[in-house]
């Protein structure tokens, strides 16, 4: 009966990709009918004075439903005596300008990039629209949007600081902590066989090793936790910024979202919570900023550096405590003990420790105890004092494991790019930078 109706054979997969090519034709068809009605309309109803016609311009806008073919006018403005052309239909529609690849698109790309590759979101793309779109073309779009973001960025730190733009929110703590991830970098490729390229210009120099790695700097901003379900916490209104760059570059960025943020003057203290790295609390700088080192990067120091039990007990606890300084007491005895007994590569290990905590002896008392609380107090201050030390599962779930896996390598600028997309994505501001809103904020 099957081959009385068609020589080719039928079933509901064939069936119901006909079907989907069909009406993925009528949308663009639609949408076509559509674009050249408002474009029509436009012309009506403009201000005559201001906008010229000038000509057709034809262009593709790749979209969910597939490349749509699209011949639009253009204008011209005069502005401060400056002949300029532009297409109206783009400005109304917020026809998106990275590669004229629609709001849906880049939408889709934010969305798988921030857990798959390059190739795998092209591949995820093309099987879900009608759009075939190749890995290139997502770095392309990655890169666009870091790009963008950064600029935005750049615009916003420059009006912050010549004090144009102010937060509205109001509260007496914010908590910033810090951390960072190394990621594997790029190797830079020679030009071989080119013979102007003498070979001394590819040596290394003495003395100097050459990075392999690139960090990422990142700070997650909240205003301490609040309740999700019972007896579990969540950051509240939380807000995460990073950069590849230098750790300047970060303090920057970290102080201009604070500032646009809440207003400056009602908050009492900025509560910094880090890793130990030098840049963590090199940037602490503020009257009102105070350093904490990071409990849990501290106790997994303890923990490796000391096998006696009753040692090892007594330093995790008394950190905790107003008298965590003491420790250093408990390791020279620890030393005294350890040299005593000629156990050399522990000695070794508890050097390490003792180096790592006086490096950051100024971060090792709990803030609380440095805004004037005792031990006895901190109970009833722990809702608006939390413990801190959340950074470390904030940048898995954002970053490295995006970043780290497979042994994926990068470029700085890439590097740099994906970090700023994930970030945006994770605050959901990604649409407003994709339709030109936040752009459009800055320039009010």
């Known amino acids: 009966f099957m081959n009385m109706l068609s020589n080719e054979k039928i079933n509901f997969k064939s069936l119901e990709e006909n079907t989907f090519k069909e009406m993925m034709k009528l949308g663009r068809t639609i949408i076509q009918d559509e674009l050249r009605m408002l474009d029509k309309l436009i012309l009506d109803y403009r201000d005559k004075e201001v906008f010229k016609p000038k000509d057709f311009q034809p262009t593709t806008i790749k979209t969910k439903l597939g490349e749509i073919p699209i011949v ?4 011209k403005i005069v502005i401060n005596g400056k002949a300029k052309c532009i297409y109206l239909l783009d400005e109304l529609l917020e026809i ?4 004229l690849y629609s709001v849906g698109i880049v939408e889709m790309v934010t969305r798988e990039i921030t857990k798959k590759s390059y190739r795998e979101t092209a591949k995820t793309i093309s099987e879900d629209t009608d759009n075939t779109i190749s890995h290139t073309a997502v770095r392309n779009i990655v890169l666009k949007l870091g790009e963008k973001i950064k600029k935005l960025e750049e615009e916003k730190i420059k009006l912050y600081e010549e004090g144009k733009i102010e937060g509205e929110k109001e509260t007496q703590y914010i908590f910033c902590e810090h951390d960072g991830i190394y990621i594997k970098k ?13 070979v001394k210009h590819f040596k290394k120099k003495k003395g100097k090793k050459k990075k392999n790695g690139i960090e990422l700097k990142i700070a997650v901003i909240h205003e301490g936790k609040e309740p ?7 950051l509240k209104n939380k807000i995460i910024v990073g950069t590849a760059s230098k750790a300047k570059d970060l303090k920057k960025i970290e102080d201009t ?7 400056e ?5 900025v509560i910094i919570n880090g890793d130990g790295a030098d840049w963590t609390g090199n940037i602490v700088e503020g009257a009102k900023e105070i350093f904490q080192l990071d409990m849990a990067h501290i106790q997994k120091k303890i923990y490796m550096a000391v096998s006696d039990e009753e040692y090892l007990k007594k330093m995790q606890e008394i950190v905790y405590t107003e008298q965590a300084k003491d420790i250093f007491s408990l390791i020279y005895n620890y030393k005294v003990e350890l040299e005593t007994d000629n156990k050399i590569a522990e000695l070794e290990k508890v050097k390490e420790l003792e180096e790592y905590l006086r490096n950051n002896e100024n971060g090792l008392q709990r803030y609380q105890y440095k805004l004037g609380y005792k031990e006895e107090q901190l109970d009833e201050v722990k809702g608006e004092l939390p413990s801190l030390g959340t950074e470390e599962s904030q940048m898995y779930c954002t970053c490295r494991d995006r970043m780290k896996k497979n042994r994926t390598s990068w470029s700085v600028t890439g590097a740099e790019s994906l970090l700023k997309v994930i970030m945006n994505k994770m605050n959901g501001t990604i649409t407003e930078i994709i339709t030109n809103k936040a752009e459009k904020k800055i320039k009010e």
Do not use: L, S
Not at 72 to 75: G, L, Q, T
């Open 72 to 75: 639009r006018r253009r204008y």
């Open 96 to 99: 998106n300008d990275i590669g």
């Open 186 to 198: 790029q190797k830079t490729k020679k030009h071989k066989g080119k013979k102007k390229f003498k």
């Open 228 to 234: 999700r379900y019972p007896n579990d916490y969540k």
């Open 257 to 263: 979202t604070i500032g646009t943020t809440y207003k």
């Open 265 to 269: 003057h009602t908050i009492k203290n």
